[in-house]
């Protein structure tokens, strides 16, 4: 299944300062019957977000209406715990199209870069800039280029750099899984196939 392709990203951003935040946390393990990856934006930190009666808790970031935007930054050690791929799905069907962290699991930071969710890793000073920034204005705006890949603190102009995996970083330009990545080079495929003696 193809994502939205992705390039630089100029957007205001939810603040979750939380350390150790895990994946059943992210999306709790009774939401995992759906097998296609739709629906589970609505209960993204389901029981951070609602009350009992399923009301919203006013004072969750997600329920705040001052803050917006397609980047969560969030506490150290994001998305630990167990493996579910929901967890990513959860995220990209919210609408975030970028994690903002100073280490993430790496489970979740591939399963984020197979759906096109691209986890950026920062310095945990940087870190801390950027949510003081967000607390001063919640709009706030970061840049994420990613063919140069370089976060930018648009208010103070601070920037980082940060590492992806250069045949995720092709498929996330593109708009590519891993599956649109062979159907793309399918060709070269076939040539090869001929090529070699029987």
Not at 3 to 28: C, G, H, M, R, W
Not at 89 to 114: E, K, P, Q, T
Request: glycine fraction near 6%; aromatic fraction near 14%; charged fraction near 25%.
């Amino acid at each position: 299944m193809a994502y939205d392709k992705f390039n630089i990203i100029k957007s205001s951003a939810f603040p979750l300062p939380i350390e150790n935040v895990d994946t059943d946390q992210i999306i709790p393990a009774r939401f995992l019957k759906a097998t296609k990856r739709e629906g589970f934006g609505d209960n993204l930190f389901r029981d951070w977000r609602y009350n009992n009666d399923n009301s919203p808790k006013a004072d969750f970031v997600l329920n705040d209406l001052k803050y917006s935007g397609k980047i969560l930054v969030g506490g150290k050690n994001f998305g630990s715990g167990s493996s579910r791929e929901h967890a990513a799905w959860a995220i990209y069907d919210f609408g975030f199209r970028v994690v903002i962290s100073s280490f993430f699991a790496d489970i979740f930071r591939n399963n984020c870069l197979n759906i096109g969710v691209l986890p950026v890793q920062v310095s945990e000073s940087f870190l801390q800039e950027i949510f003081e920034e967000i607390y001063k204005d919640p709009k706030t705006a970061i840049e994420v280029d990613l063919p140069n890949q370089k976060v930018t603190l648009l208010t103070t102009g601070r920037s980082e750099s940060f590492e992806i995996n250069s045949y995720k970083k092709e498929n996330m330009l593109n708009g590519f899984d891993d599956i649109d990545y062979l159907e793309n080079i399918k060709p070269e495929i076939k040539a090869f196939a001929e090529s070699r003696p029987f």
